[in-house]
């Protein structure tokens, strides 16, 4: 799975720190998130989402094996 979460948190001018805080989790699971190296729970994916004001489609692309 590909995410845009980098692309996003610049858009808002966000660090990963500030984007970590605001949903609850630690700077090193943003940086897991955005390389692709972690899956979310769906809350978590939905808390990003709403953070960074978008939708978890936008945000999450999901790749066909």
Same mark, same amino acid.
């Given at each position: ?5 980098? *692309?996003?948190?610049?858009? #808002? =001018?966000?660090?990963? $720190? =500030?984007?970590?805080?605001? !949903?609850? !989790?630690?700077? $090193?699971? !943003? ?14 994916? #939905? ?10 489609? *936008?945000? +999450? !692309? +999901?790749? $066909? =094996?």
């Amino acid at each position: 799975m590909k995410t845009r979460i980098k *692309e996003f948190r610049a858009k #808002h =001018d966000m660090t990963q $720190e =500030d984007l970590a805080r605001k !949903v609850g !989790v630690r700077r $090193e699971t !943003v940086l897991f998130l955005e390389k692709g190296k972690y899956n979310p729970s769906l809350k978590l994916a #939905h808390d990003i989402a709403k953070a960074l004001k978008t939708t978890i489609e *936008e945000l +999450f !692309v +999901f790749e $066909e =094996d």
